[in-house]
T-cell receptor, first 118, second 115 residues
Framework: AQSVTQPDIHITVSEGASLELRCNYS??????LFWYVQSPGQGLQLLLK??????LVQGIKGFEAEFKRSQSSFNLRKPSVHWSDAAEYFC????????????????FGKGTHLIIQP | DSGVTQTPKHLITATGQRVTLRCSPR?????VYWYQQSLDQGLQFLIH???????AKGNILERFSAQQFPDLHSELNLSSLELGDSALYFC??????????????FGPGTRLTVL
């Protein structure tokens, strides 16, 4: 079974500073990887996704992530954060369609809570 | 706005009761997934329906059940509710049944409070 680890429960960054949120996954085959953001009281919004091909993927709101198979990582980065980026960030991995006999849902990490200091 | 709608937005009920949560997928999407988000368990996959048929089960309790109707909307039924069932329940939809390029779009969630 697949699993996702987000080692940082909370991260505090100054506005305008760079950001990197860590994500490590465990999965036997090629993973499908996602980053979602959840603002307070809101649903989950997809920031970016990796299915195959170029290991550096660009997303919305200026975010990017790099897939590193050798390190089983898919870290999220942003060069300069804005106060509006304060939210909960979730990394997720998707299973192949017929793994285990069915089309399983996404497996999520526990999330990283991002705090922006003025 | 993802295009996925969920009703109601909030639900408060008592232990032992039964509730139904409703989800309408994005136009054209055939898959509906249900997830539970709680403080102690995080975000967990419950169940997946594709074009009216159950495709996969995750950590769904036997007291919970779901179905997808011919118009593709889905309902999640929670019965014999316990305090621990208090959580945010998300529905997500996608075009595909799964696999490569399957991108899920999430609704705003239903917050269930069991008193």
């Amino acid at each position: 079974a697949q699993s996702v680890t987000q080692p940082d429960i909370h991260i505090t960054v100054s506005e305008g500073a760079s950001l990197e949120l860590r994500c490590n996954y465990s999965y036997g085959a090629t993973p499908y990887l996602f980053w979602y953001v959840q603002s307070p009281g809101q649903g989950l919004q997809l920031l970016l996704k990796y299915f195959s091909g170029d290991t550096l993927v660009q997303g919305i709101k200026g975010f990017e992530a790099e897939f590193k198979r050798s390190q089983s990582s898919f870290n999220l980065r942003k060069p300069s954060v804005h106060w509006s980026d304060a939210a909960e960030y979730f990394c997720a991995v998707g299973a192949e369609e017929y793994s285990g006999g069915g089309a399983d849902g996404l497996t999520f990490g526990k999330g990283t809570h991002l705090i922006i200091q003025p | 706005d993802s295009g996925v709608t969920q009703t109601p937005k909030h639900l408060i009920t008592a232990t032992g009761q039964r509730v139904t949560l409703r989800c309408s997928p994005r136009s054209g999407d055939l898959s509906v997934y249900w997830y539970q988000q709680s403080l102690d368990q995080g975000l967990q996959f419950l169940i997946h329906y594709y074009n009216g048929e159950e495709r996969a089960k995750g950590n769904i309790l036997e007291r919970f059940s779901a179905q997808q109707f011919p118009d593709l909307h889905s309902e999640l039924n929670l019965s014999s509710l316990e305090l621990g069932d208090s959580a945010l329940y998300f529905c997500a939809s996608s075009v595909l049944a799964g696999g490569l390029y399957n991108e899920q779009f999430f609704g705003p969630g239903t917050r269930l409070t069991v008193l």
